[in-house]
């Protein structure tokens, strides 16, 4: 089991940051990659960023490119999601999730864990 709590979501003006935590527990040793996705209201879920548990292969989606970061602190089982130059449509509840499996980084059928995401608002 992995357990995951996201933090770090508010209120910011369109233009502005945010920085998403997101605090890992549990069996974080057997994790394969983990990602971030984000749904808005009347919308469905999103891929927003993943990497590998390991730190490597990072990926994003097209409209994320250049503005999200997504990191991980090697010293702590907790990732990160940058976010700069922010707009009124990033508005969403953001989840992180866990994949313990080799697959697709990008699908968020399969991810096994998720935390109970964290509100965004961006205002115009």
């Known amino acids: 089991q992995v357990q995951l709590v996201e933090s770090g979501g508010g209120l910011v003006q369109a233009g502005g940051s945010l920085r998403l935590s997101c605090a890992a527990s549990g069996r974080t040793v057997s994790t394969y990659g983990v990602g971030w996705f984000r749904q808005a209201p009347g919308k469905e879920r999103e891929f927003v960023a993943a990497?590998?548990?390991?730190?490597?292969?990072?990926t994003y989606a097209d409209s994320m490119k250049g503005r999200f970061t997504i990191s991980r602190d090697s010293a702590k089982p907790t990732v990160y999601l940058q976010m700069s130059s922010l707009k009124p449509e990033d508005t969403a509840v953001y989840y992180c999730?866990?994949?313990?499996?080799?697959?697709?980084?990008?699908?968020?059928?399969?991810?096994?864990?998720w935390g109970q995401g964290t509100q965004v608002t961006v205002s115009s």
């Open positions: 999730a866990a994949k313990m499996n080799w697959g697709r980084l990008t699908l968020d059928y399969e991810y096994d864990y």
């Open positions: 990497m590998g548990w390991s730190g490597s292969a990072t």
